[in-house]
């Protein structure tokens, strides 16, 4: 079975917090993440570093994921790279046009193709880990879920109530 820490994974989405959030889902399960900020980067960086996977926004300034898979496909080796399109879009005139296309025309195929967003970390990843050959590990699930439980409770939770989280968390990592 393959291992994460083996397998590089592009993450391309011109909004920066949806970058990192995507970007540190996959290196707390250990891959190596690149990312880049449109589909002109993307591309770029493709063919100076062809990764094993691609994770693709599909309503993107200068070049879309729609523009970015077409020209992927036209390319023998880079046509081979598995991608996985996450869109808020899937449902709305901004993409849906675009996304039935990719599906109509087989660019994208088969039953993990697209998520849409908001993205559950864990199916992210298991989408990523399963089209790679990849074994979810239940350490990388249980901190997913523990992740996910935190940012809700934070949502909630009072000023007095994220101070106190924030000074039990500095005193169990020694960290000021």
Same mark, same amino acid.
């Given at each position: 079975?393959?291992?994460?820490?083996?397998?590089?994974?592009?993450?391309?989405?011109?909004?920066?917090?949806?970058?990192?959030?995507?970007?540190? +889902?996959?290196?707390?399960? %250990?891959?190596?993440?690149?990312?880049?900020? #449109?589909?002109?980067?993307? /591309? $770029?960086?493709?063919?100076?570093?062809?990764?094993?996977?691609?994770?693709?926004?599909?309503?993107?300034?200068?070049?879309?994921?729609?523009?970015?898979?077409?020209?992927?496909?036209?390319?023998?080796?880079?046509?081979?790279?598995?991608?996985?399109?996450?869109?808020?879009?899937?449902?709305?005139?901004?993409?849906?046009?675009?996304?039935?296309?990719?599906?109509?025309?087989? +660019?994208?195929?088969?039953? %993990?193709?697209?998520?849409?967003?908001?993205? #559950?970390?864990?199916?992210? /990843? $298991?989408?990523?880990?399963?089209?790679?050959?990849?074994?979810?590990?239940?350490?990388?699930?249980?901190?997913?879920?523990?992740?996910?439980?935190?940012?809700?409770?934070?949502?909630?939770?009072?000023?007095?109530?994220?101070?106190?989280?924030?000074?039990?968390?500095?005193?169990?990592?020694?960290?000021?």
């Amino acid at each position: 079975m393959a291992n994460a820490r083996d397998k590089t994974v592009l993450v391309v989405d011109d909004e920066p917090n949806i970058r990192q959030y995507l970007k540190a +889902i996959l290196e707390d399960a %250990e891959f190596n993440v690149l990312t880049a900020a #449109d589909g002109e980067e993307a /591309l $770029r960086m493709v063919r100076q570093r062809r990764p094993d996977f691609i994770s693709l926004d599909l309503i993107m300034p200068r070049k879309s994921g729609h523009k970015l898979l077409f020209e992927l496909k036209r390319d023998r080796e880079l046509s081979r790279i598995p991608v996985l399109v996450v869109t808020a879009h899937a449902q709305d005139d901004l993409g849906k046009g675009d996304l039935d296309d990719l599906l109509k025309n087989r +660019i994208m195929s088969g039953p %993990e193709t697209y998520l849409e967003k908001p993205v #559950d970390p864990r199916a992210y /990843l $298991r989408c990523i880990q399963r089209t790679l050959g990849i074994e979810e590990s239940p350490e990388v699930a249980d901190g997913l879920a523990l992740r996910e439980e935190l940012q809700m409770r934070m949502r909630d939770a009072s000023s007095e109530a994220l101070r106190q989280a924030v000074e039990v968390l500095r005193n169990r990592t020694g960290r000021e």
